[in-house]
Nanobody, 119 residues
Framework: QVQLVESGGGLVQAGGSLRLSCAASGRTFSNYAMGWFRQAPGKEREFVGAKTWSGGSTDYADSVKGRFTISRDSAKNTVYLQMNSLKPEDTAVYYC????????????WGQGTQVTVSS
């Protein structure tokens, strides 16, 4: 059974930084893409960024390009979302997700972690 567990959320002032972690377990993820999504109150869940586990391509939403970075530690089976220059509009619940790299649909989701950016 695939499990994705996020951690690292919290309250930060605008301009600050946070690093989210997503610990993945349950299978080998070498053929998977790992993604980050977020959902703000009253809004739909939106794509933040994604990276193939093999370390190939990385994509980011325009709203976070240049500020957020996705990385992974294969030894720890963990994916990270480094968030810098945070803005109040980055406030949301952040979710980690996984899918086979050959598929479009995200099959597995974490429980989410709250990020709040104060102005």
């Amino acid at each position: 059974q695939v499990q994705l567990v996020e951690s690292g959320g919290g309250l930060v002032q605008a301009g600050g930084s946070l690093r989210l972690s997503c610990a993945a377990s349950g299978r080998t993820f070498s053929n998977y893409a790992m993604g980050w999504f977020r959902q703000a109150p009253g809004k739909e869940r939106e794509f933040v960024g994604a990276k193939t586990w093999s370390g190939g391509s990385t994509d980011y939403a325009d709203s976070v390009k240049g500020r957020f970075t996705i990385s992974r530690d294969s030894a720890k089976n963990t994916v990270y979302l480094q968030m810098n220059s945070l803005k109040p509009e980055d406030t949301a619940v952040y979710y980690c997700a996984a899918r086979l790299a050959s598929r479009l649909a995200w099959d597995y989701w974490g429980q989410g972690t709250q990020v709040t950016v104060s102005s």
